[in-house]
């Protein structure tokens, strides 16, 4: 998460809704992940081993040294500390029922911003400049999102995109060595996109309004006043966004998004709203939605991954983008013409002839 929105109107809605707030007991973050980040998640939870080994690479050293400069450097929230943004920390992981309530500091920074720091013990962090722009239901929305990385296990991922984008400054003269570790890092990147967007879905979650959400994706975006701000036109400042119809555009777009570690906040803005108005939404606040308890990493693997590439099949065919329409047409083409030549040359009997009906090869 990063930053969060002065709306002219802090504590607009301070009457708390915590009497009516769905609580979600023992949910999976598969419940709401997106599906990109599921995938990815459900792999490293599903190898033995690996979440150790990427802990051990992260250097734990490191987090106890984080952790101690948090308590040296900044107020650790509680009863007696900013008790409001106690009472959220302890809502939040409430709501989305978390064994162990992640602490939570406070940092002199004017610079608006939220993180979630740690693997083994994952604390929060918000800065000065966010606590005193946010209004509690948007406090609530930033909380719940940092809440949502620590449920995931966000972090192994994410140290380990930090540790090789060091690694990458260090062997930057070996072009070899340096293209390959560009495309793990660019595919690291995509993945921690999609994990902002799981995180906006379980802040959503535990603010359960939309309206709070939508108010720190405006501020993100410039708005430091919502009177200033009309909200259908800033919804469809996305769709135009999504719908470029140059292919240089498209371009743009690819080189702009290439090194950014989260979804630009317009986008990213309409993409919580259309969850926020989806049937997956409205079934978890019914109740309906998977527990922790019955996760067996391995038996859901292959579900995740079909899911995550149907995230992008789907994506790439509704899209309007001209880029990934080539990109798709293309993809298309090759795929039928490898299969007129597969059969051709023996995929069926070695004749070319088609006497069963095949199957539209699906554009990927």
Not at 105 to 117: D, G, H, K, L, Q
Not at 136 to 150: A, Y
Not at 298 to 323: E, R, V
Not at 328 to 343: E, P, Q
Request: net charge negative; proline share 5%.
């Amino acid at each position: 998460m990063t930053d969060s929105p002065d709306n002219g109107v802090n504590d607009v809605n301070e009457v708390s809704q915590s009497s009516t707030r769905v609580r979600f007991a023992r949910i999976s973050p598969r419940a709401y992940e997106h599906p990109v980040d599921r995938g990815a998640m459900a792999t490293l939870r599903a190898v033995p081993g690996v979440s150790e080994v990427l802990k051990g690479a992260a250097g734990l050293f490191s987090e106890r040294g984080e952790r101690l400069m948090a308590l040296a450097s900044a107020i650790r929230v509680g009863e007696n500390q900013y008790p409001k943004l106690d009472r959220l920390r302890n809502e939040c992981a409430e709501t989305l029922d978390l064994d162990v309530v992640p602490k939570l500091f406070v940092e002199r920074n004017p610079v608006a911003n939220a993180m979630t720091v740690g693997i083994d013990e994952p604390f929060i962090v918000l800065t000065t400049g966010l606590v005193e722009a946010l209004d509690t239901e948007s406090l609530r929305f930033v909380i719940g999102h940092e809440m949502g990385h620590v449920l995931s296990g966000h972090a192994v991922l994410r140290t380990l995109l930090m540790r090789l984008l060091h690694l990458q400054l260090t062997i930057a003269f070996l072009p070899a060595g340096a293209l390959a570790l560009r495309a793990v890092i660019a595919a690291l990147r995509e993945w921690f996109r999609k994990a902002e967007l799981t995180c906006d879905r379980a802040g959503l979650l535990c603010a359960q309004d939309p309206a709070a959400a939508l108010r720190t994706h405006v501020y993100l975006a410039g708005g430091t006043d919502l009177t200033q701000i009309d909200i259908p036109s800033f919804l469809q400042q996305a769709r135009e966004y999504e719908e470029v119809d140059d292919i240089r555009d498209s371009i743009h777009k690819l080189r702009n998004v290439e090194g950014m570690s989260h979804p630009f906040a317009v986008v990213r803005a309409a993409q919580l709203q259309r969850w926020a108005a989806s049937a997956e939404y409205r079934a978890i606040l019914a109740g309906e939605y998977p527990r922790r308890d019955d996760d067996a990493p391995t038996s859901n693997l292959g579900d995740d991954m079909k899911s995550a590439a149907k995230s992008y099949k789907d994506s790439f065919n509704n899209s309007t983008d001209p880029l990934v329409k080539i990109l798709n047409d293309v993809g298309g083409t090759l795929s039928n013409a490898a299969g007129k030549v597969f059969r051709g040359f023996g995929g069926n009997g070695g004749n070319g002839d088609t006497t069963a009906e095949q199957e539209p090869t699906p554009k990927s």
